[in-house]
């Protein structure tokens, strides 16, 4: 199956900081999302972003599909941002099979 | 976000307990999924129902046994469940196989 890999594995920032988190793929994708998992558990989306660009107030993500690899950019990021990014993808010929990287865990310090 | 609702939020169980998992979707979608997420672990897709059918088994433990009685509603039902299947567990729902799909809140399982 397709491997997803994020980086870096842990991020602390202070507050008002702006970054960059990876997330790489192995094969060529139909669906990759990423996710904001707080402190209770809850997975919330962020973008569904197979290729292309898209913002969403101070996150915004960029998919090169070519080159397997998608970024999520935090900007002026707050303490409400903490917790852990998760990017999940999945091939053409995996019907719903959603294969989750291990995460970036973030935290913002004020 | 109520879109999908999962009772209980917590759960603890002996070894030899026989409980049960829900999952709704009132997104009216048609795809339905069931994952693990273990302490320090990536999540885990156990299970994947696809208008009722399923249509994927993760190599899952007969021990936890899904039901899809319709495409709204999903259950895993749990027994003779051993401690290492702490975790929690986290339902999705998609409008099909490749589109984004939306979870709910989890249940904690704690098994002792």
């Known amino acids: 199956g397709i491997q997803v890999e994020q980086s870096p594995p842990d991020l602390i920032l202070q507050e008002g900081a702006n970054s960059t988190l990876r997330c790489n793929f192995s094969?060529?994708?139909?669906?990759l999302q990423w996710f904001h998992q707080n402190p209770w558990g809850q997975l919330i989306n962020l973008f569904y972003?197979?290729?292309g660009t898209k913002q969403n107030g101070r996150l915004s993500a960029t998919t090169v599909a070519t080159e397997r690899y998608s970024l999520l950019y935090i900007s002026s990021s707050q303490t409400t941002d903490s917790g852990v990014y998760f990017c999940?993808?999945?091939?053409?010929?995996?019907?719903?099979?959603?294969?989750f990287g291990a995460g970036t865990q973030v935290v913002v310090t004020p | 976000e109520t879109g999908v609702t999962q009772t209980p939020r917590h759960l603890v169980m002996g070894m030899t307990n026989k409980k049960s998992l829900k999952c709704e979707q009132h997104?009216?979608?048609?795809?339905m999924y069931w994952y693990k997420q273990s302490a320090k672990k990536p999540l885990e897709l156990m299970f994947v129902?696809?208008?009722?059918?399923?249509?994927e088994n993760n190599s899952v433990p007969s021990r936890f046994s899904p039901e899809c009685p319709n495409s709204s509603h999903l259950f895993l039902h749990l027994h003779t469940l051993q401690p290492e299947d702490s975790a929690l567990y986290l339902c999705?729902?998609?409008?099909?196989?490749?589109?984004?799909?939306?979870f709910g809140p989890g249940t904690r399982l704690l098994v002792l």
């Open positions: 999705a729902s998609s409008p099909g196989g490749s589109e984004t799909q939306y």
């Open positions: 094969d060529s994708v139909n669906n």
């Open positions: 972003i197979p290729s």
């Open positions: 999940a993808s999945m091939t053409t010929d995996s019907w719903g099979k959603l294969q």
């Open positions: 997104l009216g979608h048609n795809a």
């Open positions: 129902y696809n208008f009722k059918e399923q249509t």
